[in-house]
């Protein structure tokens, strides 16, 4: 490779530093740093050959749920199927109806049967234990579309109220992804063009008309892939010996779960980036293909 080219390619080897102050909460019992896994950039290499090379963006954008969808887990045990389909059906229908003073509409609601299963238990005579039918289990699903998210509180208590205490899972859900996608696209182009005016302004190579798509990648991340969870404590221990004999009981710890956005390190450009409400992260990486003049056929 010849001088020039050599010169071309450092001056594509560029990266962006960020500093940021470091200021912890619990959250870092959660965490496992190594010495060298701090606030540490990757370059963003070109790909290069004699002819081309590639530019790559990487761009990020938090967007807020137009809607979602809340899962609450609902169980109901009973000697009889009639009994426990009866039993579970009224509860169910008594949380619907709490529903409507939030303005949910009945056809935001569907009711979903997961599972049905007998229940054994022992009965024991003198050092015989032999198994029976003790009833029934009868498991289903309330699943709510619903525009507020701060109405998910008052869905909570509600179901409280008729001993539904499972809140399997909330999903967030965006509509116009087309929108994002465009966004993102425009941004990406935008970052990708800056970086080629700096790489010809450093190198004064000439670069042909034409360009092309070279290759591209389009996710996002909900926030339920974004929650983190840690136990913080400190705790003593106890250890036993030979002249000693007891039994160790611990108190129980709490866990904390805590949503936490994906680290924007590396990326170019985030659209939205300080957000106080879980949102969805949107991810694009574009990468387009210039040639040289030089080498144009």
Known sequence: MN???SIFNLAFLLMASVVQAQISGNSVYGQNYSQTSGNIQTIDKLYLTDSTFIIQARVAMNVIADSYVATFGV??????????????????NSFI???SKLKIAKADIYTDMTTQN???DYKVNDRVAEQYLKGFEL????IIKFINIKDLDKMVTSASAWQIYDLVKVDYNVTDMNKIYTQLFQAGTEIINQKKG??????NATLAPASEIYGEEFYSLSPSQLYKNYTAYESSD????????YT????????????DKMNYSGFDKVINPIVTEPATEFVLILQIKYLTEKHKK
Do not use: P
């Not at 498991?139 to 309330?142: F, G, P, Q, R, S």
């Not at 700096?198 to 190198?203: K, M």
């Open 3 to 5: 001088t020039k080219l």
């Open 75 to 92: 169980d109901e045990q009973a000697k009889s199927l009639d009994d426990c389909n009866d039993n579970i059906e009224k509860r169910i």
């Open 97 to 99: 109806s709490d529903l």
């Open 118 to 120: 007998k229940i054994y």
């Open 139 to 142: 498991k289903k699903n309330v």
């Open 198 to 203: 700096l790489y010809v302004g450093a190198t």
């Open 238 to 245: 106890v250890y036993n010996n030979e002249y000693s004999n």
């Open 248 to 259: 160790k009981k611990n108190l129980s710890k709490s866990t904390t779960f805590y949503y």
